[in-house]
Each structure stands twice: as structure tokens, then as C-alpha cells.
């Protein structure tokens, strides 16, 4: 499996493969994209401490910059957007 992804996290979903398939579940395909997010919807619902609003709008405005954390964040309309990276393995019952 040549995901591109961190390879711990490839690791362990070797291991589910594995698992999987020792269910009776084969063909399985790995597929990875990310979930573009509004932060400011997502601040409003996660319900955040009052301070550490301050904290999150940090990081994500360094990584507008930088891609510091790696969430693909950009502007859209002037409000930050991120992108959560989203994985699912997929199989056909045998």
C-alpha cells in the first residue's frame, strides 16, 4: 500500500487490512482525501474554552503561512478554511 502517508499510521492500517480480510472481506481498496471545514463553524459546534479560541486561530493562521500543521488552510470569502484528512479502507464480502 503506497498511500503517502506517515508510516506508523501505514502500519497499523496494514494491520486492519489484514484483519479484514480474515473476515471474509477482500478487494480492499485504501482511499484517502481531505474535508474542506470552515473554522469558524467548526469553533462554533466543538464548543472550545473561551481561551483557547486564541490558541486554534494561531495555529491556523501560522499554518495559512507556512502549512505548519499541515491542514492545507487557506481563505475563503476572508474566513479561514482547513482541510481534514478523511481515510477508508473498502471491501467486497467474499
Known amino acids: 500500500m503506497n498511500s503517502g502517508i506517515h508510516p506508523i499510521l501505514e502500519h497499523y492500517l496494514f494491520?486492519?487490512?489484514?484483519?479484514?480480510?480474515?473476515?471474509?472481506i477482500g478487494d480492499i481498496?485504501?482511499?484517502?482525501?481531505?474535508?474542506?471545514?470552515?473554522?469558524e463553524s467548526i469553533l462554533n459546534a466543538s464548543?472550545?474554552?473561551?481561551?483557547?479560541?486564541?490558541?486554534?486561530?494561531?495555529l491556523l493562521?501560522?499554518?495559512?503561512?507556512?502549512?505548519?500543521?499541515?491542514?492545507?488552510?487557506?481563505?475563503?470569502?476572508g474566513k479561514?478554511?482547513?482541510c481534514c484528512p478523511i481515510s477508508k479502507l473498502i471491501g467486497t464480502k467474499e
Open 15 to 24: 494491520r486492519i487490512r489484514e484483519m479484514i480480510k480474515s473476515v471474509g
Open 80 to 82: 479561514i478554511n482547513f
Open 47 to 58: 464548543f472550545p474554552n473561551p481561551d483557547d479560541i486564541d490558541k486554534i486561530m494561531r
Open 61 to 77: 493562521r501560522k499554518d495559512l503561512e507556512e502549512n505548519y500543521r499541515g491542514l492545507k488552510s487557506h481563505l475563503v470569502e
Open 29 to 39: 481498496e485504501f482511499q484517502n482525501h481531505d474535508l474542506e471545514m470552515l473554522l
